[in-house]
């Protein structure tokens, strides 16, 4: 009886701590989804329902038309073909050149090469403000206002965090292989296309998705570089519902839970290779 005493107890601590962990994972998941919950039922509620009733009430009749209205505004359909154009651009961009920049840093070798990378990430510690001006003057004296090439150029090259990310990755990543594909006669681009991105798919995947979501929420800079519905995007096709003269909370509340929607789904079928990616290691 003795003998067995001290093994109960270590069987139930480990218990225990699971089971703290696991209720405060609860609590800051419900934390974390009740306002989603508020919004997807308000989506749906109709205008003079959204502060005439408690938050939580279930809608009666459920609103539909709300959503159907979006659609009827005046060219939300081209909204939502340049938000997917835009989004779908710099991500793609943003994981073919920071890739590049990458694999420079993290397996080449260049005069200079940590000195450029400590400055390269420095540009992380500027706020995306000071740099907006520039930008709009640049994008101006180019005549690429109220363009799509306004909306994705400006982005495509310039992520300092991915080329962090995945030159942390490609560290991982045995020399052995590299070697041996140098050897038989790869260059550094068939090095990089061949050994290193199809080993590299978790973190690749991870920062497009990353570059995607930025992409399609992206709001202050669209704002000042478009004025016209030719490139307007979603998130200020979606601000327009509020102005001066008055508020359309219903449609505003419907039109940001449908630019929520396809992220959620992005997530869904990708998540596990953003959860392989935390592992910072292309081998299981």
């Given at each position: 009886m003795r003998l067995t005493q001290p093994i109960r107890h270590s069987r139930l601590g480990p218990l225990v701590s699971y089971g703290i962990c696991y209720l405060i994972l609860i609590v800051a998941g419900l934390i974390f989804v009740v306002p989603y919950l508020l919004a997807a039922l308000?989506?749906?509620?109709?205008?003079?329902q959204m502060f005439s009733e408690p938050p939580l009430t279930l809608p009666h009749p459920y609103a539909w038309h709300n959503f159907v209205e979006l659609f009827q505004q005046d060219n939300f359909g081209r909204f939502l073909l340049n938000t997917v154009i835009v989004a779908v651009s710099i991500a793609l961009g943003q994981v073919l050149f920071?890739?590049?920049?990458?694999?420079?840093?993290?397996?080449?070798?260049?005069?200079?090469?940590?000195?450029?990378?400590?400055?390269?990430?420095?540009?992380?510690?500027?706020?995306?403000?000071?740099?907006?001006?520039?930008?709009?003057?640049?994008?101006?004296?180019?005549?690429?206002?109220?363009?799509?090439?306004?909306?994705?150029?400006?982005?495509v090259s310039s992520s300092?965090?991915?080329v962090f990310l995945m030159r942390q990755f490609f560290l991982r990543i045995p020399e052995d292989l590299i070697s041996a594909a140098k050897i038989d006669g790869a260059s550094s681009m068939q090095v990089l296309t061949r050994v290193i991105v199809p080993l590299s798919r978790p973190v690749l995947m991870t920062f497009?998705?990353?570059?995607?979501?930025?992409?399609?929420?992206?709001?202050?800079?669209?704002l000042i570089a478009t004025n016209s519905d030719s490139a307007r995007v979603l998130t200020v096709a979606i601000s327009a519902f509020q102005s001066s003269s008055g508020t359309q909370w219903n449609l505003l509340i419907a039109g940001s839970i449908f630019s929520l929607l396809p992220l959620v789904v992005l997530f869904l079928?990708?998540?596990r290779y953003i959860l392989s990616s935390v592992q910072l290691s292309g081998f299981r």
């Open positions: 308000a989506s749906l509620k109709q205008l003079n920071c890739s590049m920049a990458a694999y420079a840093f993290a397996r080449m070798e260049f005069p200079g090469k940590n000195f450029l990378f400590v400055v390269f990430l420095s540009t992380l510690m500027v706020p995306n403000i000071v740099t907006t001006v520039p930008l709009f003057i640049i994008v101006r004296d180019a005549g690429m206002l109220n363009t799509l090439p306004a909306l994705i150029l400006p982005y300092a965090f991915g497009g998705i990353m570059s995607f979501v930025f992409g399609w929420n992206n709001f202050l800079w669209p079928i990708f998540q």
